[in-house]
């Protein structure tokens, strides 16, 4: 064989190798990428359908949802921790007619706007009830996985009819990474398609046997933990509570704290609501490692935290719950930014009748309350007492919050007379609240709390209309005092308010007498005097009501250029306390004011000997019980009649009025 002819059959052996090898090497190719979109197509599905499982037995009243289309807060805390389960990053839930129920990434969970409109994928899982799966290159897509399938899975009721539909992304990237290197290696390893066919069953069952047992334990940790803080939650929290309340350590003293971020809501406001979740986490972190080995912190929900821990004595145990509110008192955030915030705790100590553990966090709950109520930043231990103060002041609190629609405030009149010839000039009008039994509540015992709730601006803009209503039915010139709380002046409206007022009832301003406090004048004193002067320029007169008490300052009387001096009662019975002190102390008062070119009225006369030495004192106007007694307006008409004679030159007797109108008590 000639040398030509060899070289041409080895040229042919080696090309039909290389060709061989070739056809190999395509075949292995393709049978790789076969396996591997066959082997994340059924890890897909795998995932879709454990989610979609997972999904539908966790969502609370999962049937109302469907109905209504609108989520509880419970069903919201499931779909927002749901998005962290496995590798769905995206979730819809649809009705058994293929309507949007719930889309994960839209502006805010619930039905979307295009809710109506059926998706064909979703009519045929509906028609057919059977899952449907789409692998999809995310290369070329804005914020989405290189490698994601679209999985719509059908989930049925009992009898085999279709309950709804669950449409998840799934990322594969990984998946497909994995399988494909293992198939890669499998091929060089073996290089015969034998490894194809039991290599893969065998590392997609070991991948989804892994991710199963991934899933549950996530779902078993979601279940008893806090998604954000990683704390127990309140349920596994109550259960440890209930476990120790069962037999209580010996020789120790165990309770329960429950602490609360003082207006968390303002750090949120300030710097975002991400900064406000980071400062939850470091404070959790804080909270627990101010813990020692067998106490317990857990998170109550949004702001608040508990803890579980045992003590040699009371005082260690309360001091170690004040040391983990220090803790947390100031923690960074970002990037090392220190975000300050006060916490209040209210801790219950554990005794043998508490078996109940909601009940033991009812009662820390209610010494929160109490600490909330003292003015935050503190620690109250919880007493039965305190139980039926709390139980009062919300009974009080709802009063007040339905006192305007449901008419329970009332406003009474007082007079005050002209002091030198007993006429009635004036009626001040007094806020008093019905509780539900018919029962009148002084102004005193709740207006504190209505500044407290932000209900006392509409409650004092209630007042100045019902006032100057009715003051425009008594004869001209006679007016109305108003007092107004320091809160009037926060909103800015005051003065809108009062123009309101007057308009509604065609009162003339010079008619409208408001009243302040010495309190109010320490409280922004540039915003308080803009707004008094523009009252006077509006024609209302200005009173200091309490004059002498609290923060006298002679700098108010000029600064904020009042009309009138109301003398606090407490001068006037010192009167019968020490007359000579007393008499001289209000004889300044009344020099003073007079020199200020301001009225004066004396509040609080009970009796005829301190009207004479008022009266002999030069002082402008008298109120008090000595001349009656606050009084609804239907009971007003005849005492303004009685008052009118002296203004058509009938003067009564200073200290003398009618028998009707005396009383025995304190002005409220």
């Excluded at 100045?464 to 007016?479: G, H, K, N, Q």
């Excluded at 006298?552 to 009387?557: F, P």
């Amino acid at each position: 064989m000639s040398v030509d002819r060899q070289q041409f059959r080895l040229s042919r052996f080696v090309g039909a190798v290389l060709i061989g090898m070739a056809a190999l090497a395509a075949s292995v190719v393709a049978g790789v990428d076969f396996a591997v979109d066959r082997a994340v197509s059924a890890d897909a599905r795998a995932r879709a359908e454990d989610w979609a499982g997972y999904f539908i037995n966790r969502l609370p009243d999962v049937d109302a949802l469907l109905k209504s289309g609108r989520l509880t807060d419970s069903q919201q805390q499931v779909v927002t921790t749901a998005a962290h389960v496995g590798n769905v990053f995206r979730f819809k839930l649809y009705d058994a007619s293929g309507h949007t129920i719930v889309e994960s990434d839209a502006q805010s969970f619930g039905k979307a706007d295009d809710a109506d409109h059926v998706d064909d994928e979703v009519g045929d899982v509906v028609k057919d009830r059977q899952p449907m799966i789409s692998l999809n290159d995310g290369t070329r897509e804005r914020n989405m996985p290189a490698l994601y399938a679209e999985g719509y899975v059908p989930v049925l009721k009992a009898d085999g009819s279709l309950r709804a539909v669950v449409e998840t992304y799934v990322d594969e990237t990984r998946t497909a990474a994995f399988f494909k290197t293992s198939f890669n290696l499998l091929a060089i390893v073996l290089s015969v398609g034998i490894s194809l066919a039991f290599g893969v069953p065998t590392i997609a069952f070991l991948l989804r046997t892994k991710q199963a047992r991934e899933v549950k334990s996530r779902a078993d940790f979601l279940a008893s933990h806090d998604a954000l803080t990683s704390l127990p939650n309140r349920q596994t929290f109550a259960a440890a509570v209930a476990h120790r309340a069962a037999e209580l350590p010996a020789g120790l003293v165990t309770g329960v704290a429950l602490l609360d971020v003082d207006d968390f809501l303002a750090i949120s406001d300030e710097h975002g609501r991400q900064a406000g979740d980071e400062f939850l986490k470091r404070a959790a972190s804080a909270i627990a490692a101010g813990c020692l080995v067998d106490d317990i912190a857990a998170r109550g929900g949004d702001d608040q935290f508990l803890v579980l821990l045992s003590r040699p004595t009371e005082a260690e145990l309360l001091a170690s719950v004040e040391a983990m509110m220090q803790l947390a008192h100031e923690v960074p955030i970002g990037e090392g930014r220190p975000v300050a915030a006060h916490l209040s705790a209210g801790v219950h100590v554990l005794g043998p009748e508490d078996a109940d553990a909601e009940l033991v966090l009812q009662h820390a709950a209610t010494a929160l309350y109490q600490a909330k109520v003292d003015g935050k930043n503190a620690l109250r231990r919880f007493t039965p007492e305190m139980d039926a103060r709390m139980r009062a002041r919300r009974e009080l609190e709802q009063l007040l919050r339905d006192g305007l629609v449901e008419e329970r405030f009332e406003l009474h009149y007082q007079p005050l007379l002209d002091a030198r010839n007993g006429s009635c000039v004036g009626m001040e009008a007094l806020l008093r609240l019905r509780d539900r039994s018919g029962g009148l509540i002084p102004p005193i015992a709740f207006v504190p709390l209505a500044e407290q709730l932000g209900l006392i601006d509409d409650i004092g803009y209630w007042a100045l209309l019902e006032a100057t209503r009715v003051a425009s039915t008594w004869p001209d010139p006679i007016f109305v005092s108003v007092n107004l709380s320091v809160k009037q002046f926060a909103t800015g409206e005051l003065l809108e308010n009062v123009t309101s007022a007057l308009e509604a009832a065609g009162l003339p301003a010079r008619r409208l007498e408001l009243e302040v406090t010495e309190s109010l004048l320490m409280e922004n004193t540039q915003a308080v005097a803009a707004q008094l002067k523009a009252l006077k320029a509006l024609g209302v007169s200005i009173a200091m009501d309490d004059f002498g008490t609290g923060y006298s300052s002679l700098a108010y009387l000029w600064q904020f250029g009042f009309d009138k001096l109301k003398i606090d009662r407490s001068f006037i019975t010192a009167l019968d306390v020490d007359p000579v002190k007393a008499r001289e102390l209000l004889d300044t008062i009344v020099m003073l004011a007079h020199k200020l070119d301001m009225k004066v009225t004396a509040e609080g006369i009970e009796a005829e000997s301190q009207a004479r030495v008022l009266s002999e004192l030069a002082c402008d106007q008298f109120q008090g019980y000595l001349y009656g007694r606050p009084a609804p307006a239907a009971d007003l008409p005849a005492v303004l009649l009685r008052r009118a004679g002296a203004q058509l030159g009938k003067p009564l007797e200073t200290g003398r009025p009618a028998a009707t109108m005396r009383a025995t008590g304190t002005n409220a």
